[in-house]
């Protein structure tokens, strides 16, 4: 009889519990992944880029453990019906998801294989904590986050991390039900447009454990008084890694705790670092008790609010051309690379949804297409967060000046100069306010406005006026 081990958001080797368990066996396993476009929600554009290169990575990685990696495309029940049907598999493992399409789906497989006969049995491999067995003194879910975080700190207790199998019994006949990687059309063709993801970002779990060295070696020190600077390598850059699975969380934090040990003057950068992986487990646990999380804003009185609803400002913010230099540097680095700056993407969002008065599901739809790290829970969470519609969220007349941001967080333009290189010759004095500058500073700078680099979309202090008259109008509803 053979396992077989069902790859989703999980694409390693190294303390992979679903592979590990089915290496335990001693059976012949049959890696799959099942390219299912409606499960759960069809992947963007950068994500389906990101996913070919670390399947292509996985597959590498198991062939040199002698396994390769069985790809299929379509409805991933009907396929797992058709594998065991044609193939002596005699048991499944896989590793679990937490949004409640999925967690719907994996049950009924579950229920369905059982009957079958089959062993089946998931795992958990993509977060820290499970959802349900987390609840406050009123066992009731958690609605903020230090209290969740304090709560999960105080019962973490995490297995030890394995490490990947040295080889693996593999089931040879099963690679003649493989699709190949291409015909899963994931990477974008005409136009290619991923030559900027491609220059940024390795995929795959070697890249990941590239990643995380970089990180600690040279990121991590200071990272609690940096890392809101945008120009600054104090971020790990692992959320598209840790969105794919391509590295664990338990060796992440492994790794973290150790080396702080090694120099205990980490140990405020390294709490801080983990605090933001507990915000992650705070996004996962909100998707788990509350699934609407990504369409519909969690606090009911903002489903109310007064959105302008305008498709010309939004494509003005998709392209970086809003004539806010902080807002718009981070929206080319997001579309150039698949990724932009935490700080960078507040202000950004914060000014789509506040200055602009658009849905803040609008951004989350731009995001989720073009961030190599688009994250059903995070994403989501991320944009409540900003919107002031969510768990625990910034209020909502909280409404970032991107001038005074930029200003704060990019005192001398290098991160606007890198995005927006039509403002490189323009003096810290004005970079981040260019409409502020008299106009033979401009042609100095070879600055047009209008022209060369575009008016400001909206005056801030009246769009904020706007912004919490909106939210008037919003209460007013409710009460």
Known sequence: MKALVWFRNDLRLDD??????????????????????????????????????????????????????????????????????????????????????SIAQDSALKAQLKKQGLTCQSFQGSILFEPHTIKNNQNQPFKVFSPFWKHCLKHAQFDVPKPAPVSLNFYQPCVAESESLDSLKLLPTYPDW???????????????????????????????????????????????????????????????????????????????????????????YLLFYFPDLPTVSWRADFKNFPCAHDQALLKAWQKGKTGYPIVDAGMRQLYQTGWMHNRVRMIAASFLIKHLLQPWQWGEEWFWDTLVDADLANNASGWQWVAGSGADASP??????????GE???????????????LENLSSSFIHK??????????????????????????????????????????????
Not at 236 to 251: A, D, M, N, T
Not at 255 to 263: D, N, T, V, Y
């Open 396 to 405: 909502y007349f909280r409404i970032f000046n991107p001038i005074l941001q």
């Open 194 to 284: 991923a030559g900027g993801l491609r220059q940024a970002w390795q995929p795959g779990e070697q890249g990941a454990q590239d990643r995380l060295k970089v990180f600690i070696d040279q990121g991590l020190l200071n990272y609690k008084t940096q890392r809101d600077h945008p120009s600054s390598p104090a971020t790990s850059l692992l959320s598209p890694h840790l969105r794919f699975g391509e590295i664990s969380l338990r060796r992440l934090w492994q790794m973290i705790q150790s080396h702080r040990l090694i120099k205990p003057e980490l140990d405020n950068d390294a709490d801080h670092f983990l605090r933001e992986i507990g915000w992650r487990e705070f996004s996962y």
């Open 16 to 101: 992979n519990p679903a592979l590990l368990k089915a290496a335990e066996t001693g059976l012949p396993i049959i890696p799959l992944y099942v390219h299912d476009p409606k499960n759960p929600r069809p992947l963007g554009g950068a994500s389906r880029w990101w996913l070919h290169h670390s399947l292509e990575s996985l597959d590498q990685s198991l062939q040199k453990l002698g396994a390769r990696l069985i790809l299929k495309q379509g409805d991933t029940a009907s396929i797992l019906d058709q594998l065991v049907k044609s193939l002596p598999i005699s048991h499944v493992f896989w590793n679990r998801r937490y949004d409640q399409a």
């Open 434 to 479: 260019p409409w502020e500058s008299d106009q033979k500073t401009l042609v100095q700078a070879g600055v047009q406005l209008g022209k060369t680099y575009p008016a400001p979309l909206v005056n801030h202090e009246k769009a904020r006026i706007f912004a919490l008259q909106a939210y008037e109008v919003m209460k007013g509803q409710v009460d």
């Open 408 to 422: 704060r967080f990019d005192p001398d333009g290098t991160y606007v100069k890198q995005w927006v290189p039509e």
